[in-house]
């Protein structure tokens, strides 16, 4: 048996894991608690019910159900803009179109946070699977394909080696979110369970019902859909994990949706003669994307604004999403800078 070394400290308990008004990260560093997400329209989630799983072990010590948030990747891994407001700002959609908060929140949109969860699971692999599942609503899968996909892109990282130890993890999943996320299996295939929402789901929700709307409406909608976004997509996930995202075409597809919402975003308040309003959701995809369209639409907007710190700050936040990049839009930005110059020369 490996000795642990007398200079290590111990890991709290998982009694303790969450006591008090803090979650924890994947390295066990404590992280503040997050304001409450505002409510949005939430998707049809499947609901499914079957004979249990043979073979599966089960945790025997219940947890006292409360609300908990854990961080995969940390809290450093976000990143703020300067252009970016405060969250809570903007108009939300009425009411005949919202309902009750998930039981369990998987965001995705930054970095990776799961909140609801009734205890931390032992292992790093069974919050994977919720997040996939999270990812594919409405769709099952059998064991061997989720197996797959959990299979990391390191030889050196935890694998789902046999069909016990994926019943020992769906086993561990089952505990921690009180059997919300994943139901009995059926006909030998998984799928996800009612409660669970992602932050995803919700931008796209929030999207969807704007361009149901008129312009004058819409851009008021609009801007709440944003943020949801906290950062890169997908961030901080352990290394060699989260494959499925990345080679499935996941995150891309999620990088086009949040391109396209936020070129028509800018759209509708350069139209209302409004671009201030644009400057925080163009921020927020910037973070998510990196596209060069979008840092060149929040250059754009700073500028129309006639502020000179405005459209300093933009440029900074362009230059520090973009990186070496950046360099491509220093014609849109010096050409914004000098219709700035005129501005406030024109107005002593």
Request: contains cysteine; negative net charge; hydrophobic residues 40%.
């Amino acid at each position: 048996m490996r000795r642990r070394d007398a200079n290590q400290p111990r890991l709290p308990t998982l009694d303790g894991l969450f006591a008090g008004p803090f979650a924890y990260d994947a390295n066990l560093r404590p992280v503040p608690p997050q304001p409450p997400l505002p409510k949005v329209p939430r998707p049809v989630l499947q609901t499914v019910s079957a004979p249990d799983d043979s073979g599966a072990d089960s945790e025997t010590d219940p947890i006292a159900p409360s609300i908990k948030e854990l961080w995969i990747g940390g809290e450093e891994s976000a990143v703020v803009l300067s252009t970016i407001r405060e969250e809570g700002e903007g108009e939300a959609a009425p009411a005949e179109v919202r309902s009750e908060e998930p039981e369990i929140h998987v965001r995705i949109l930054g970095p990776l946070k799961i909140s609801g969860l009734r205890s931390n699971p032992r292992w790093r692999v069974p919050l994977e699977l919720l997040c996939f599942l999270a990812c594919h609503p409405g769709e099952r899968f059998s064991a061997d394909e989720l197996r797959e996909q959990l299979r990391p892109a390191k030889v050196d990282c935890e694998e789902v080696r046999s069909i016990r130890t994926f019943r020992t993890y769906v086993s561990s999943l089952r505990t921690a979110t009180g059997n919300v996320a994943l139901p009995e299996a059926s006909k030998g295939t998984y799928g996800l369970g009612p409660g669970v929402a992602t932050d995803w789901d919700w931008f796209q929700a929030e999207v969807a019902f704007a361009r149901t709307q008129p312009p004058d409406r819409a851009r008021p909608l609009l801007a709440p859909a944003f943020d949801f976004i906290r950062g890169p997509l997908f961030s901080g996930v352990p290394k060699g994990r989260y494959r499925w995202a990345f080679d499935d075409g996941l995150v891309s597809q999620m990088e086009v949706a949040i391109i396209k919402a936020a070129s028509e975003f800018a759209e509708l308040c350069f139209d209302a003669e409004e671009p201030e309003a644009a400057l925080a959701g163009l921020g927020r995809a910037l973070l998510a994307t990196k596209d060069l369209g979008v840092a060149d639409d929040l250059l754009t907007a700073a500028g129309a604004t006639g502020n000179p710190a405005t459209l300093e700050r933009a440029w900074r936040d362009v230059r520090g999403a973009l990186d070496n990049q950046a360099a491509m839009l220093e014609p849109s930005y010096e050409a914004c800078r000098r219709r700035v110059s005129g501005t406030v020369a024109a107005a002593r």
